[in-house]
């Protein structure tokens, strides 16, 4: 169940309705799917895909997308800092973001530019978000346990490539807690 998140404004909305229409409103896409396959760690990319063929496959193709991936983050991922951090920093992408949980959970965090309040969404199984492309925003796997396991969804992988805005201002929620 995601959670949206307005730390200045001490707003927390858990309707998955109202959460679909405050991110719709600002440009963000989120829906959430079925997603009932269960996988353990040793699942491979081409098993989980093609679980969620049935759902992926029309999203794709109605969106031009042409290939999807699965990251996986637990807390047996080497260098996970290094990896966290690179997450970690405000940055935006020349393609839109989006991801499919089908388990775990992890932080999207929004920095948009008409003024409003800095904002996160908890994204958990069954969550799809699509961040815009040119959207700056940061992603949280959490400080420790992390656990993620998603479907990514790309046009080309090279629009995936971060391009850091170095604003630092992700440094300020770095102790957020639900």
Same mark, same amino acid.
């Given at each position: 169940?995601?959670?949206?998140?307005?730390?200045?404004?001490?707003?927390?909305?858990?309707? @998955?309705?109202?959460? *679909?229409?405050?991110?719709?409103?600002?440009?963000?896409?989120?829906?959430?799917?079925? %997603?009932?396959? *269960? #996988?353990?760690?040793?699942?491979? =990319?081409?098993?989980?895909?093609?679980?969620?063929?049935?759902?992926?496959? @029309?999203?794709? *193709?109605?969106?031009?997308?042409?290939? !999807?991936?699965?990251?996986?983050?637990?807390?047996?991922?080497?260098?996970?800092?290094?990896?966290?951090?690179?997450?970690? !920093?405000?940055? /935006?992408?020349?393609?839109?973001? +989006?991801?499919? #949980?089908?388990?775990? =959970?992890?932080?999207?965090?929004?920095?948009?530019?008409?003024?409003?309040? +800095? #904002?996160?969404?908890? %994204?958990?199984?069954?969550?799809?978000?699509?961040? @815009?492309?040119? /959207?700056?925003?940061?992603?949280?796997?959490?400080?420790?346990? @992390?656990?993620?396991? !998603?479907?990514?969804?790309?046009?080309? /992988?090279?629009?995936?490539?971060?391009?850091?805005?170095?604003? =630092?201002?992700? =440094?300020?929620?770095?102790?957020?807690?639900?």
């Amino acid at each position: 169940m995601a959670i949206l998140s307005i730390p200045e404004k001490n707003i927390q909305l858990t309707n @998955p309705l109202e959460i *679909k229409k405050f991110m719709n409103e600002r440009g963000i896409f989120f829906d959430q799917w079925k %997603c009932e396959v *269960k #996988f353990d760690d040793s699942a491979s =990319q081409d098993k989980i895909l093609k679980a969620y063929s049935a759902d992926l496959d @029309p999203f794709m *193709k109605n969106g031009g997308y042409l290939t !999807a991936d699965v990251i996986s983050i637990n807390n047996l991922t080497e260098n996970y800092e290094a990896i966290r951090n690179k997450f970690l !920093a405000e940055h /935006t992408h020349s393609e839109d973001e +989006i991801r499919f #949980f089908v388990d775990g =959970q992890g932080f999207f965090w929004f920095n948009l530019e008409n003024g409003e309040s +800095i #904002f996160n969404l908890l %994204c958990e199984k069954g969550d799809l978000i699509s961040v @815009p492309a040119g /959207t700056k925003h940061w992603f949280d796997a959490g400080e420790t346990n @992390p656990f993620v396991k !998603a479907i990514r969804i790309f046009i080309d /992988t090279t629009g995936w490539i971060p391009e850091y805005t170095n604003s =630092q201002v992700e =440094q300020k929620y770095l102790n957020f807690k639900i």
